[in-house]
């Protein structure tokens, strides 16, 4: 029944859009992992330090505009532009995945002597997805034709969010002993039902499968082609008397009419109009698309219905005739802003478009927008001011698993919120549409205001002594959550619109990607020196009963042995262990008695407060000044 409504609804472009979500659920698998899953883990074997250390895995999905001009321009033109590189990532991640499913146990088990390799292993895997996703973007919007392309956004957050849920909330629900004993079996077992090597090895061996699917059934070029018949059509029976228009600029100006919003720079080039490149300039004019041949300033009128004796010497593909286009220097001039030229136009000249450029010069463009000064002032503010949400991000979730709430909880707020921010979205757009930096300045201080929430719902978090949190407390931490990321999702959309905004339109995709960029990995960065941090100003003391625990100086050979004749009765039983990077789990799993005497969340929290009210007051001063910038 489902099939048949979507069969109807979207007809022979279904496949299309199936094809993008899984390609999309292929990158989210990997990420839930690294971005949610593994730091859970490696909470029980490592210090907030060397879960710091892991974070650094996640550094490439906020850094592949790096690369993305590269994927852009080298492909084997035989296989696709896009196959070329989307079909080995996903072999070689597929690999990566089977391989590691037979030591990945030992490896989180041992991760404070192995955490350098977890952090390679999984940096390898996003470094992988993010360069799949340069592909996939640019994919997503010449797989589908022109009436269907707004639906690639939509893909790419069904498929990534399916993709993530299933890695995190999913995985870490399924993979508790403590859920699938109470919901799922009749006979008590220690084990969940799923594991991660059995996990890592079944999504490995799909990968494998649908690459090679792709690879010899999937034709890249099809419905391409398909969407530059309809267009070319179009405009044959519009400028059926125009005899001067020949078919590639047709089809030039049919993949000219898709806007790439992805990093890379175009999506397909017309070796045609690169040959033609010294006898044609071409134009735009609101949208419509003008090929001006040197020297020759006389051409028919574009309008079939309507001859004006008064406009023979003009080349005018709009519908409506202007009587006063005599003048070639008017026309360039009104079609790029008055007058203003745009960065490409500035630095190549005005023949060049986007999709003409090589790496090399989208590099160098990349170095210009940086160095203008608004951009630099706004990347500053940005690596600034992001830090102070580290507490939330990093620590918190771990701080309550630390307290007694299950992982199982912690993940499935990631089930609740995900709908609820998605309508909050399609709200927020209309609020931030005039104001962007001063919404955005204003959210930041409300998430300043969550901080302190966070910490105190941390704080006074209830003794559970094993058992489960109640329904109104797991409410009011889900309500906490939920507001807390409504601000962030506030910010989001308002630096989304500024970016837009502001973006030069002759790179406009490139211009917003490195943006996002800038904007992703200021709150990616800050991430590993929070958690050592918080690490370095804990100090906790384990009581081990000697007795009880034979083998303990060999797993914990770097912690000091104090003598506790003055705390103990038994001297000769017990000693103090204190040692400032030792967790809970290790204690426990020694049969010893865990305390933390100063806890440097808390510290950290606190100072992040004092230091993003302060950051506050700055946003005023040289942030939303630049939202009055006639850009």
Same mark, same amino acid.
């Given at each position: 029944?489902?099939?048949?409504?979507?069969?109807?609804?979207?007809?022979?472009?279904?496949?299309?859009?199936?094809?993008?979500?899984? /390609?999309?659920?292929?990158? &989210?698998?990997?990420?839930?992992?690294?971005? &949610?899953?593994?730091?859970?883990?490696?909470? =029980?074997?490592?210090?907030?330090?060397?879960? &710091?250390?892991?974070?650094?895995?996640?550094?490439?999905?906020?850094?592949?505009?790096?690369?993305?001009?590269?994927?852009?321009?080298?492909?084997?033109?035989?296989?696709?532009?896009?196959?070329?590189?989307?079909?080995?990532?996903?072999?070689?991640?597929?690999?990566?995945?089977?391989?590691?499913?037979?030591?990945?146990?030992?490896?989180?088990?041992?991760?404070?002597?192995?955490?350098?390799?977890?952090?390679?292993?999984?940096?390898?895997?996003?470094?992988?997805?993010?360069?799949?996703?340069?592909?996939? $973007?640019?994919?997503?919007?010449?797989?589908?034709?022109?009436?269907?392309?707004?639906?690639?956004?939509?893909?790419?957050?069904?498929?990534?969010?399916?993709?993530?849920?299933?890695?995190?909330?999913?995985?870490?629900?399924?993979?508790?002993?403590?859920?699938?004993?109470?919901?799922?079996?009749?006979?008590?077992?220690? $084990?969940?039902?799923?594991?991660?090597?059995?996990?890592?090895?079944?999504?490995?061996?799909?990968?494998?499968? /649908?690459?090679?699917?792709?690879?010899?059934? =999937?034709?890249?070029?099809?419905?391409?082609?398909?969407?530059?018949?309809?267009?070319?059509?179009?405009?044959?029976?519009?400028?059926?008397?125009?005899?001067?228009?020949?078919?590639?600029?047709?089809?030039?100006? +049919?993949?000219?009419?898709?806007?790439?919003?992805?990093?890379?720079? +175009?999506?397909?080039?017309?070796?045609?109009?690169?040959?033609?490149?010294?006898?044609?300039?071409?134009?735009?004019? $609101?949208? *419509?698309?003008?090929?001006?041949?040197?020297? !020759?300033?006389?051409?028919?009128?574009?309008?079939?219905?309507?001859?004006?004796?008064?406009?023979?010497?003009?080349?005018?593909?709009?519908?409506?005739?202007?009587?006063?286009?005599?003048?070639? #220097?008017?026309?360039?001039?009104?079609?790029?802003?008055? &007058?203003? =030229?745009?960065?490409?136009?500035?630095?190549?000249?005005?023949?060049?478009?986007?999709? $003409?450029?090589?790496?090399?010069?989208?590099?160098?463009?990349?170095?210009?927008?940086?160095?203008?000064?608004?951009?630099?002032?706004?990347?500053?503010?940005?690596?600034?001011?992001?830090?102070?949400?580290?507490?939330?991000?990093?620590?918190?979730?771990?701080?309550?698993?630390? *307290?007694?709430?299950?992982?199982?909880?912690?993940?499935?707020?990631?089930?609740?919120?995900?709908?609820?921010?998605?309508?909050?979205?399609?709200? @927020?757009?209309?609020?931030?549409?005039?104001?962007?930096?001063?919404?955005?300045?204003?959210?930041?201080?409300?998430?300043?205001?969550?901080?302190?929430?966070?910490?105190?719902?941390?704080?006074?978090?209830?003794?559970? #002594?094993?058992?489960?949190?109640?329904?109104?407390?797991?409410?009011?931490?889900?309500?906490?959550?939920?507001?807390?990321?409504? +601000?962030?999702?506030?910010?989001?959309?308002?630096?989304?619109?500024?970016?837009? *905004?502001?973006?030069? =339109?002759?790179?406009?995709?490139?211009?917003?990607?490195?943006?996002?960029?800038?904007?992703?990995?200021?709150?990616?960065?800050?991430?590993?020196?929070?958690?050592?941090?918080?690490? *370095?100003?804990?100090? @906790?003391?384990?009581?081990?009963?000697?007795? !009880?625990?034979?083998?303990?100086?060999?797993?914990?050979?770097?912690? +000091?042995?104090?003598?506790?004749?003055? !705390?103990?009765?038994?001297?000769?039983?017990?000693?103090?262990?204190?040692?400032?990077?030792?967790?809970? #789990?290790?204690?426990?799993?020694?049969?010893?008695?865990?305390?933390?005497?100063?806890?440097?969340?808390?510290?950290?929290?606190?100072?992040?407060?004092?230091?993003?009210?302060?950051?506050?007051?700055? /946003?005023?001063?040289?942030?939303?000044?630049?939202?009055?910038?006639?850009?």
């Amino acid at each position: 029944m489902l099939f048949k409504l979507l069969k109807k609804h979207f007809g022979d472009e279904l496949n299309n859009i199936v094809w993008l979500v899984l /390609l999309y659920l292929i990158q &989210g698998i990997p990420i839930g992992l690294s971005f &949610g899953t593994i730091p859970f883990l490696l909470h =029980k074997h490592a210090t907030y330090t060397q879960i &710091g250390i892991f974070t650094i895995s996640t550094y490439p999905y906020s850094l592949k505009l790096l690369w993305s001009p590269i994927v852009d321009s080298y492909f084997v033109q035989s296989f696709g532009r896009r196959k070329s590189w989307i079909v080995p990532i996903q072999i070689l991640a597929g690999i990566v995945f089977i391989s590691i499913s037979f030591f990945i146990e030992d490896l989180i088990e041992h991760a404070e002597t192995k955490i350098i390799y977890i952090t390679i292993v999984f940096f390898l895997l996003i470094f992988l997805m993010a360069t799949q996703d340069i592909a996939a $973007d640019a994919w997503a919007l010449t797989i589908l034709s022109k009436p269907y392309l707004h639906y690639a956004s939509t893909c790419q957050t069904i498929g990534l969010n399916t993709g993530y849920f299933l890695s995190y909330t999913i995985f870490l629900t399924l993979s508790s002993p403590t859920f699938a004993n109470k919901f799922l079996r009749s006979t008590q077992s220690d $084990d969940g039902i799923i594991t991660l090597p059995g996990y890592l090895k079944f999504w490995g061996i799909l990968f494998i499968l /649908l690459s090679i699917y792709l690879a010899l059934f =999937k034709d890249e070029e099809s419905s391409t082609v398909t969407r530059h018949l309809i267009l070319g059509n179009r405009n044959k029976d519009d400028n059926s008397n125009n005899k001067n228009i020949n078919d590639h600029f047709i089809e030039t100006k +049919s993949m000219k009419s898709q806007s790439p919003s992805s990093s890379s720079p +175009s999506l397909l080039s017309s070796p045609v109009k690169k040959q033609n490149k010294k006898n044609k300039q071409h134009i735009s004019i $609101d949208k *419509k698309d003008i090929t001006k041949e040197n020297g !020759n300033n006389n051409s028919n009128d574009n309008n079939n219905n309507n001859n004006n004796n008064n406009n023979n010497n003009n080349n005018n593909y709009n519908n409506n005739n202007d009587e006063n286009n005599n003048n070639n #220097e008017k026309i360039d001039n009104e079609s790029y802003d008055n &007058g203003k =030229k745009s960065i490409v136009q500035e630095t190549y000249g005005m023949d060049i478009d986007e999709s $003409d450029l090589t790496p090399k010069q989208v590099y160098y463009l990349l170095w210009k927008i940086i160095t203008l000064p608004h951009i630099k002032t706004l990347s500053i503010l940005f690596i600034i001011s992001k830090i102070v949400f580290q507490p939330n991000e990093s620590a918190l979730n771990l701080k309550l698993f630390e *307290k007694g709430l299950k992982k199982e909880n912690i993940a499935s707020f990631s089930l609740i919120q995900f709908p609820s921010i998605i309508i909050f979205s399609i709200i @927020s757009s209309k609020w931030v549409k005039n104001k962007p930096l001063t919404i955005w300045s204003n959210a930041y201080l409300v998430g300043v205001f969550f901080i302190l929430i966070n910490m105190c719902s941390v704080l006074y978090f209830p003794n559970l #002594e094993g058992g489960e949190v109640s329904w109104s407390h797991f409410f009011f931490l889900l309500m906490i959550s939920l507001l807390s990321n409504f +601000s962030h999702n506030l910010m989001s959309v308002s630096q989304g619109s500024f970016f837009l *905004k502001i973006s030069d =339109k002759s790179i406009g995709g490139t211009y917003v990607t490195l943006l996002n960029t800038i904007a992703n990995f200021a709150g990616t960065y800050p991430k590993l020196f929070i958690l050592m941090l918080i690490d *370095k100003l804990t100090t @906790s003391e384990c009581i081990v009963n000697v007795s !009880n625990s034979h083998n303990y100086s060999s797993s914990t050979s770097s912690s +000091s042995f104090i003598s506790s004749s003055n !705390n103990l009765t038994n001297q000769q039983q017990q000693q103090i262990i204190i040692h400032d990077n030792i967790t809970k #789990e290790l204690c426990i799993k020694q049969k010893g008695e865990y305390k933390i005497n100063r806890d440097g969340y808390y510290l950290v929290a606190t100072g992040a407060i004092i230091y993003g009210v302060f950051i506050y007051f700055v /946003l005023k001063r040289y942030l939303i000044p630049i939202e009055r910038l006639k850009l």
